[in-house]
């Protein structure tokens, strides 16, 4: 018996093969869950299709999170479709990538709205929908990073977007506790995705976390699909509105 077992798991960001969706889209399948995906446009939807190929059929809908008629007509689908919803997976996010190059001070108004419409604000309207379905209680799960709570240089806006990230999960865990639905995060060490792409000094980051993190190592995929496994099932049972650091320990570091 898998540990998701007959458990429905919405899993919003898969992009391509590196998302960190993608691998907790396969440790849900190898637990015996039910992913159910969505994708932004329609080249996220041939990648997903390829993707998926070898799992039989899978759910897989259109939702752009800046638009609300996209969410509702998700959720109506899945209702009609599933009926109960068991887990969330928010790996999402956006910034303009002008305002992950210059300085944080001179980010646009337009810039900040965007950041934190598509990367936290996102997680209140699907999370909104999502305890509707959550019947029989439920697991909701984002992603977030180190730059929320220590300056990492570069990721500026997306830093505040992730700080307000986290004490979103808080507030949210507060709420849906009492209709036992969790709500955590994982913060991610840096991981290369298209997200990471075109960061600067990408691999100069990726080699101080394999010199300085207790574990001499830089996270995987299948590192973050395991915490997600946990937090998605019974096992985290006790667990809400925590952010946990699957980064080697590299957080823990002093000099
Ligand atoms: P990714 O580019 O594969 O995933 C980001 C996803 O966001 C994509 O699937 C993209 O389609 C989706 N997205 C962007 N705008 C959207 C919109 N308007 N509506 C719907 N979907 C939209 O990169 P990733 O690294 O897998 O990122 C997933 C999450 O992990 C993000 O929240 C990111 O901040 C977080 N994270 C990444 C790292 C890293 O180093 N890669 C580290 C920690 C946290
Ligand atoms: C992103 C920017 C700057 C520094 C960064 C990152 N570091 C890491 C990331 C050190 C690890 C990746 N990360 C944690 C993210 O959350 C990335 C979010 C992101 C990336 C892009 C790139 C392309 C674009 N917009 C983006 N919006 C958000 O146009």
Redesign the pocket.
């Known amino acids: 018996m898998g540990l998701l077992e007959g458990k429905n798991i919405l899993i919003m960001g898969v992009r391509n093969k590196w998302s960190i969706a993608w691998g907790i889209a396969q440790a849900v399948k190898a637990q015996g869950g039910n992913p159910i995906f969505t994708y932004l446009g329609e080249r996220e939807k041939e990648a997903l299709i390829k993707l998926t190929a070898d799992m039989g059929e899978v759910a897989a809908y259109a939702c752009d999170v800046t638009r609300d008629e996209d969410i509702d007509k998700l959720f109506s689908e899945i209702k009609e479709r599933f009926g109960v919803l068991h887990g969330l997976v928010h790996a999402i996010?956006?910034?303009?990538?002008e305002d992950?190059q210059d300085t944080f001070v001179n980010t646009s108004r337009d810039g900040f709205t965007l950041a934190m419409d598509v990367s936290v604000y996102s997680l209140l309207a699907v999370s909104r929908r999502a305890q509707e379905l959550m019947t029989k209680g439920g697991s909701i799960l984002t992603l977030t990073?180190g730059?929320s709570v220590r300056v990492?240089p570069?990721?500026n806006i997306?830093g505040v977007a992730k700080a307000a990230l986290e004490a979103s999960v808080r507030y949210m865990a507060y709420e849906l506790g009492p209709k036992n639905i969790r709500v955590n995060a994982i913060s991610a060490g840096?991981i290369k995705t298209m997200?990471?792409k075109?960061?600067k000094n990408f691999s100069d980051?990726l080699e101080v976390v394999e010199q300085k993190a207790p574990l001499k190592r830089n996270i995987t995929l299948e590192d973050l699909g395991g915490t997600a496994v946990y937090l998605l099932s019974e096992l985290s049972s006790g667990v809400t509105s925590e952010i946990v650091y699957v980064d080697s320990g590299y957080h823990n570091m002093g000099v």
């Open positions: 996010a956006f910034a303009k990538s992950l990073y730059g990492s570069g990721y997306m840096p997200s990471a075109g960061v980051i």
